[in-house]
Structure formats: structure tokens, C-alpha cells
């Protein structure tokens, strides 16, 4: 399968500067720093900003300054390629199109009063007010004309808070009674512990441009987290690109509308904004939209942000900027045009700064004229945009068309007032039919192991190579190994199981998509997904040659971020749901990082949104002597997270289990998030490696026996590399009266499994529980209260760490004493 390229840069090499005439020069210094004298704020408090460069006077300077200084202020010299500044210079330069005002009012009328109604009707409720930013409401439908003329048939839309009813109605062209049911009592009972607030929920809608042609909207659900919807609005738009056999990223159109102290302050912004490009996450480019109110909440920029415009983020790429003031709506809608058009010429991101005010404080509950007064003082004189903009067209008879909305909206509100049913505003599309989310049930069971004729087969393409490719040595010998392993002459580790599992997958038509850093080659070295040729760095996949008609597989090096790229795989597995998708933590401790994605989305997005999600987080974990930093992929907040089987957590202690694992996320049509704590010195350790037979068992085990021991007298249970040190220490021991039993799955809590394991050792007094990590953190708090309701009359008793603030020791050594106390202690302990 074809890693799809990098999306070529401008072509053209025309050189853009004729001869230095007078012209140039002047016309020049407007391009450059023309945005900082332009008229950009309605209310006039960001005043223009003189440079001295256009201190000049002369023949060029009234028509440059008339261009680059009016209501339009547009960064664009920092672009390297010239065909791409020339492309936007000639655009601003040329002839300006005509404006359907008549239909920009209309829009204008609707977006305000359709707050006005909400603001009588619903007193006190808060709202989020698009009031002082309407033109977004013209804005956003230009750029959905401009896209359905080029081909677009979805747009993918991520927002936060501010206006989105009004998107919701005039955009997604949601009936208005259905965004006011949202502000009706319904019956509490029916989202008892679950749902979320109005102005969170997805939507889908109809958007019919002006030649007929339908665009399909999708507004993206949205957590409180201010930006944390942009990587997965990023992600899902991949998602249906790829889904949908690469269009070349023409039909799927992604579009976020930021906040202007949230697109300065987040760094989730940045870091969605630095895969722009890249091959594994480029989406043919983004329409970012700031709906820049010159505030957050009571906070005003210069509190906000240290460039003069929070846009300015973006200026470290090749990425226009185009300063608009919000209140010439004619402007702001030739610039849409402007920005969707570049987005389709060039494929890569644009942004567009709509610049206005905000009508009301912060929510309508809240009281603006405490904090900022004199700014309140002239927003309460200041008239709404479309009485500012009919008198500006010279429309007489506004009055009317103003009745007669009020009028609409006031009928939907009647309407929505006697709903007895909240209607559901979006449509779920029709590839998650097949697939489940809400309890776990038995029947979602299949098998997931494979004959070993099947394993050979897979074996063969997965450790070969073209016959000119000149391989590293090392690489050699590694496939030669992993080629043993597949025949059944030596253990499998977990690399090779790995690549079977993903082998066999791509093979049954499943596509694979992995990535995180450094996951191509793996943070172990023990992946080697993409084979390198050592004279000319040609690459080669094995996993793309499985067969003739396999899925895709992608596995890529990630950008050095786990917010921005967990949230893209997040996305792209709500639009993908028949593809294993994979995130991979460098180690464990990272997805802290990436806290808001989690806790957000992964976590709870079927409780609040019904949406269902079947990615896998690969975590390695474990205590290696390595310092407080690389040992613990914190265990304990997934398990505290974890309710109402929202998503799996699980630790594989060896190869197999890791194959079957992987194995039955895919084939299982239950769609959960699965959290993996993954090995590290485990990865090629012997004890963790396994017969090739264990590949043929059908399933997974939840719980991992132990059928050595007979007539056991102490049983120990566990997860992970612990397991294997119990082992070890039991046999240096000479003792064949413990038992050492894994928790392979801790979440959901396989009760039955463990339940057939403590009866196999009837005999057994002591339960202990034994893990590596200190007492406040791993699975200890969630796994003593469910053993010791199963375990009867027996005392279950348990064995750790001390509680720490840290994780773990900084010495290498001092981890080894603990360690070998946690061992004796284990086969020790009465409790006492
Ligand atoms: C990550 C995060 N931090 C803080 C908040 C609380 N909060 C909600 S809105 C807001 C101000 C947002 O300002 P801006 O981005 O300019 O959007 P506006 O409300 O002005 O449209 C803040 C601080 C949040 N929702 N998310
Ligand atoms: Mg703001």
C-alpha cells in the first residue's frame, strides 16, 4: 500500500518581482507589513500600528495603502514559496467580486435574532452569544459555496462554545425548533449520569449551496477543553478521506473555528497545526477560522498573547493569515472565497481572522461592565451588524424582513415548547451499523487464534525482501530469527507477534494504522516495520506485501507530541471503525501529556455522546530501575476512569496474549477503547516469549493460570513483568506450593475467570496480591476490594511498594533491593 506523498509544494519557479521599479518597492512594503496599519477592529481599541517602512509618500502609496490597510490586513511574505504569494497577491491586487448582499443580510438578521429569541425566551440560560461576530454566519457559508464548487461533498467542522447554536441552525441548517427543544425541560431521568450540555453535542446537517449542490456537515462533539476538538476534527476528516480510497483530500473539507485567547494560550493548537504537512496526518490543508472577540472571558489580549495577533502562531509555516474586519461583510466574504480557494490550490492550511466584539460578558449570566467598562460603554451603543450593513447596501424596507424572521423564529420556539421528545440532531453514519458499544457481552466472543499453516503463510512475506535490496546486517539476522519463530523453531517474541497479529489483519481485508513516536523502527528497536535499504534508504514494508488484495497497513513516526496525535487517532478511529487503529506512547508516563484526550474523549465520549471508539493505546510500562520517569504508565488513573465498560484495560504478560489481544480488538465488533500496558526488557526476554502453538489457542486469556502447581498453598496474583520475577524467584526457591496466576485483562474485571482460577487452587490459605508499583498507585485499590469480595473466607493480602510521590527510585540499585524484597515479600508476607 502506497504511503500517500507530501503534497507538492508550489511548482512554479516564476521569478514574482519584476524589475525594482518604484511600484514594486512601495506595493512591496504594503505586502509586508500592510496588516499592521489596517482598520481591523470594529470598535476602533486595537488601534492601527504605523511601520516605518510605510512612512512613504508617493505616486503608489494611496492605491497600496487603499489595498493592504483597508479592512483587510493579510500576512503573507513569511510564505517561502513565490508562486503562493503571488497567488494571494494577485487575488487581493485584481478585480473583487461581487457580493449577493441581499442574501449576506438575511444571514446577518437571522444569526441575531435567532440569539435575541433564545435570550427572551430562555432568560438566564447561558447560550454562548455569537452577537458582534455574525459575519461568521456569512463567512462560513461563502467558504461552503466555494467548497461545493470544488468538489467538496462533507465539511468537517470542529468549534468550541461560542456561536455554535447559531452554526447549528444557519449552517448546519438544523430547524430552529430543534436547537430550542435543547433549552426545554425534558425528563431528568432519561440521561440520569450521562449526556452533556447543549452546546457540546455533534451535529450533522444539510448545506445546500447556491447552484444546488449539497454538502454534508458535520460538527464534530466538543468537550469544555478549549482546542482539544482539533486534533480529532483533524483525524476523523483523515479518517473519511482514506475510508472514502484518497480523493487527494477534495471532497473532505476540515474547518475549526477558534477562540482568539484559546488559539493563542493552547498547545494543542500548535501541535495540530505542525502535522499540517506531513504525510501520515496531512488532511490537503485546514480552514482555521479565529472568531476573535478581542477577549476571553475577562481577559483581554494583551493578557493573552505576546504577538499583536493571537493568529500569529501560525507564522512559523507557510500558512496565510487574513485579518479581516468583522463588520465590512462584504470584505469578510471575499476573503472566505480567498482562503477556501487557497486551501484548494496549494493543500495546506489557511487562517482567517474575523475580527469583532462580544455583545454580551463572557456567557449571558455573567457581567461584563466590572471588568472591562469603558469597552461594555461602547458595546451597548454600538448597533447590531445588520442594521449597520442594510443602511451600508441602502436596503430601505429592513424592518420587514426583520418582522418576518422574528416571526419564524418565534413559531419554532412555540413549536420546540411542546415537544415532548428532544430531537436527536445528528445522524450517525452507516458504517458503525455493524458495530457495538454499551455492556460487554459473551456473544461479541470470536476466535482469534490461527493454524499453523496460516502462521507459516504469513510468516513468509513478513521476512523476505526484494532480492536487490541490501539489508542491515543486523535487520538480517533479526528476520531470519523472527522467520525461525513463525516456523515454530524458536519462542515468538513480542515483535513477531506483533507483526503476525497486524500480518493476519491486513490479510483479512482489516486495515492497520499505528503510530507515536518513533514506532516505525519502535523506542525498543523492536519493531522494524519498515525495512531501510542501507545504500539508497529505499524502504520497504513487509506488511504492505502480505497479499495481492490486503488492507492497508501505516505505520508511522510521529510528531513529538501525545495531545495532538492521540486526538488525531481518536478521530480517525470514530471514522474508521473497521481499521485497528493504534497510538503508541514513547514510554508509558508520556500520555500524561495527552491527560484532556483521555478524560475527554477516550473515556467518557459513549457516555456523553453516544460515540463509539475501538482504539488502542500502547503504553510500555514497568519497573526496570530506570528513574521516577520510565517506569509507570500510571495504571491507576485508568482504572479509576473506568465504569459502565466504557474501555478495556489490560497488560499481556506474553507474546501470545499480546497477538490474541490485538487480534480480538479487530475481529470483535464490540467497539471499545483498549488501554495496553506493553512490556519493555520483557520484549525479548525468553519468559515472555512464546511457543508457537499458544498462536493457535483461540482466544485471549482474561486470566492467565497456573496448571503447574497442584495443591497450592499460597496463591499469588499479578500483571506483567512481575509475574515472570515471581516465577523465577519460585524456581530458584524450589517451591512447588505457590501459585502465580496474571491478570491479563484487569477492565472489564473478568470476575468468572479469576473466580475458576482461585477454585482451581481450593487449597490455597493466603490470596496475595503482588505489583511492582507503590502502594498509592497501580492496580492495587481497585483490585483488593473485587478479590476479596470473591475470595470467601480466605485472607487476601497484599504486596508493593511503599506509597510515593514519585513513581520510583532514581537508583538503579536501590530499585534492585526493592525489588527482591517485593519477591521475598511475596512468598512470605502472612500479613502481619
Ligand atoms: C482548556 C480550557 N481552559 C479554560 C477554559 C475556561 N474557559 C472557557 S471559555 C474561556 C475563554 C475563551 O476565550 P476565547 O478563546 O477568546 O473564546 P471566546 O469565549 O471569546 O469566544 C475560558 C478561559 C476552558 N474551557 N478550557
Ligand atoms: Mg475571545
Same mark, same amino acid.
Given at each position: ?13 516564476? /521569478? ?9 518597492? +512601495? ?21 492601527? !500600528? ?54 449576506? #443580510?438575511?444571514?446577518? =438578521?437571522?444569526?441575531? !435574532? ?18 458582534? +461576530? ?104 483523515? $479518517? ?28 494543542? +493548537? ?15 490543508? @485546514? ?31 507557510? /500558512? ?7 463588520? *465590512? ?36 449570566? *455573567? ?5 472591562? &467598562? ?23 424596507? /429592513? ?9 419564524? !423564529? ?9 415537544? @415532548?421528545?428532544? &430531537? ?46 541490501? =539489508? ?20 515468538? *517474541? ?80 470514530? *471514522? ?35 460515540? #463509539? ?105 499479578? @500483571?506483567?513483568? =512481575? ?46 496480591? /503482588? ?15 473485587? !478479590?476479596?469480595?470473591? $475470595? ?12 510515593? $510521590? ?27
Amino acid at each position: 500500500m502506497a504511503i500517500r506523498s507530501k503534497i507538492a509544494p508550489g511548482t512554479s519557479t516564476a /521569478v514574482m518581482d519584476p524589475p525594482n521599479g518604484e511600484r514594486e518597492r +512601495v506595493f512591496d512594503a504594503f505586502r509586508r507589513w500592510g496588516y499592521l496599519e489596517a482598520d481591523l477592529d470594529p470598535l476602533g481599541f486595537l488601534r492601527p !500600528l504605523p511601520h516605518p517602512d510605510l512612512q512613504i509618500d508617493g505616486e503608489f502609496t494611496q492605491e497600496a495603502r487603499r489595498i493592504y490597510c483597508g479592512t483587510v490586513g493579510v500576512e503573507f511574505m513569511h510564505i517561502t514559496d513565490p508562486a503562493r504569494r503571488r497567488w494571494i497577491q494577485e487575488r487581493l491586487e485584481g478585480p473583487q467580486a461581487t457580493i449577493d448582499q441581499q442574501r449576506a #443580510l438575511d444571514l446577518l =438578521i437571522r444569526a441575531d !435574532l435567532f440569539e435575541q429569541v433564545l435570550q427572551q425566551r430562555y432568560l438566564g440560560n447561558k447560550r454562548f452569544s455569537l452577537e458582534g +461576530v455574525t459575519a461568521l454566519i456569512p463567512l462560513l457559508d461563502e467558504i461552503l459555496d466555494a467548497a461545493g464548487q470544488q468538489g467538496a461533498v462533507e465539511l468537517v467542522m470542529g468549534m468550541s462554545h461560542r456561536g455554535r447554536l447559531n452554526v447549528l441552525v444557519q449552517v448546519a441548517r438544523r430547524a430552529p425548533e430543534e436547537v430550542f427543544a435543547g433549552f426545554e425541560d425534558v425528563d431528568p431521568r432519561s440521561v440520569l449520569g450521562s449526556g452533556d450540555v447543549k452546546y457540546h453535542m455533534g451535529a450533522t446537517g444539510e448545506y445546500l449551496t447556491r447552484s444546488g449542490a449539497k454538502v454534508h456537515i458535520h460538527l464534530v462533539s466538543n468537550p469544555s477543553h478549549l482546542e482539544a476538538v482539533d486534533p480529532v476534527t483533524i483525524g476523523r476528516t483523515r $479518517a473519511k478521506d482514506d475510508r472514502a480510497g484518497n480523493t487527494g483530500s477534495k471532497k473532505y473539507l476540515p474547518l475549526l473555528v477558534h477562540g482568539d485567547a484559546a488559539f493563542a494560550g493552547q498547545g494543542i +493548537v500548535a501541535e495540530t497545526l505542525n502535522y499540517a504537512d506531513l504525510p501520515g496526518y496531512t488532511v490537503g490543508g @485546514t480552514v482555521h477560522i479565529i472568531a476573535n472577540n478581542l477577549i476571553g472571558f475577562t481577559t483581554v489580549p494583551r493578557e493573552s498573547h505576546s504577538s499583536r495577533f493571537s493568529a500569529q502562531l501560525v507564522r512559523r509555516q507557510s /500558512v496565510p493569515i487574513f485579518h479581516v474586519n468583522g463588520e *465590512d461583510v462584504d470584505a469578510v466574504i471575499r476573503v472566505g472565497r480567498i482562503a477556501l480557494d487557497y486551501r484548494y490550490t496549494f493543500g495546506t492550511d489557511v487562517v482567517v481572522d474575523l475580527i469583532g466584539y462580544r455583545r454580551h460578558g463572557h456567557s449571558e449570566v *455573567d457581567d461584563p461592565t466590572i471588568t472591562q &467598562p469603558l469597552l461594555y460603554k461602547a458595546i451597548k451603543e454600538h448597533p447590531p451588524l445588520w442594521e449597520i450593513y442594510s443602511e451600508d447596501i441602502g436596503v430601505e424596507d /429592513v424592518k420587514t424582513q426583520v418582522q418576518t424572521i422574528r416571526a419564524e !423564529l418565534e413559531d419554532a420556539q412555540k413549536i420546540a415548547s411542546s415537544m @415532548t421528545k428532544k &430531537p436527536t440532531l445528528r445522524d450517525l453514519p452507516a458504517y458503525w451499523n455493524d458495530y457495538k458499544g454499551g455492556r460487554y457481552k459473551p456473544e461479541y466472543e470470536v476466535e482469534t487464534g490461527l493454524s499453523a499453516e496460516q502462521l507459516r503463510e504469513i510468516t513468509e512475506p513478513l521476512t523476505t525482501y526484494p532480492q536487490d535490496f541490501h =539489508i542491515h546486517p543486523k535487520v538480517k539476522k533479526l528476520l531470519e530469527q523472527r522467520a525461525e519463530m513463525g516456523n515454530g523453531k524458536r519462542p515468538v *517474541d513480542y515483535g513477531m507477534a506483533e507483526a503476525l497479529a497486524f500480518g493476519s489483519l491486513v490479510k483479512a481485508g482489516v486495515p492497520v494504522r499505528l503510530s507515536g513516536q518513533d514506532s516505525r523502527r519502535g523506542t525498543f528497536n523492536q519493531r522494524h516495520s519498515v525495512l531501510l535499504d542501507i545504500e539508497n534508504e529505499q524502504e520497504y514494508v513487509p506488511l504492505q506485501h502480505v497479499s495481492a488484495e490486503q488492507a492497508r497497513c501505516e505505520i508511522y513516526n510521529s510528531t513529538l507530541s501525545e495531545a495532538g496525535v492521540l486526538g488525531f487517532e481518536y478521530g480517525y478511529s470514530r *471514522d474508521y471503525p473497521e481499521a485497528l487503529v493504534l497510538w503508541e506512547a514513547q514510554f508509558g508516563d508520556f500520555v500524561n501529556v495527552a491527560q484532556a484526550v483521555i478524560d475527554q474523549f477516550i473515556s467518557a465520549g459513549e457516555d456523553k455522546w453516544n460515540l #463509539l471508539s475501538g482504539l488502542v493505546l500502547l503504553l510500555p510500562h514497568g519497573y526496570e530501575g530506570q528513574g521516577p520517569e520510565h517506569s509507570s504508565a500510571r495504571i491507576e488513573r485508568f482504572l479509576q476512569l473506568a465504569a459502565r465498560d466504557n474501555f478495556q484495560i489490560c497488560q499481556p504478560s506474553n507474546a501470545a496474549q499480546y497477538f490474541h489481544l490485538l487480534r480480538r480488538q479487530a475481529l470483535r465488533h464490540w467497539r471499545k477503547p483498549l488501554i495496553v500496558f506493553t512490556p519493555k526488557s520483557m520484549l525479548r526476554h525468553p519468559d515472555a516469549a512464546s511457543p508457537i502453538e499458544a498462536f493457535t489457542h483461540p482466544h485471549f486469556l482474561n486470566v492467565l493460570p497456573d496448571t503447574e502447581i497442584t495443591n497450592a498453598r499460597r496463591i499469588l496474583l499479578c @500483571t506483567g513483568k =512481575i509475574g515472570h520475577e515471581l516465577r523465577d524467584e519460585r524456581k530458584k526457591r524450589k517451591d512447588n506450593s505457590t501459585a502465580i496466576a496474571f491478570l491479563e485483562q484487569m477492565y472489564p474485571f473478568p470476575e468468572a475467570e479469576l473466580v475458576k482460577e482461585l477454585e482451581r487452587h481450593s487449597t490455597a490459605r493466603d490470596i496475595v496480591w /503482588v505489583q511492582e508499583e507503590p502502594a498509592n498507585m497501580g492496580a492495587m485499590f481497585y483490585v483488593l476490594p473485587r !478479590l476479596r469480595h470473591i $475470595a470467601g473466607e480466605r485472607p487476601v493480602l497484599s504486596v508493593k511498594r511503599s506509597a510515593s $510521590a514519585s513513581p520510583s527510585t532514581g537508583s538503579a540499585k536501590a530499585h534492585e533491593m526493592e525489588q527482591n524484597t517485593l519477591l521475598s515479600l511475596a512468598f512470605s508476607t502472612n500479613g502481619k
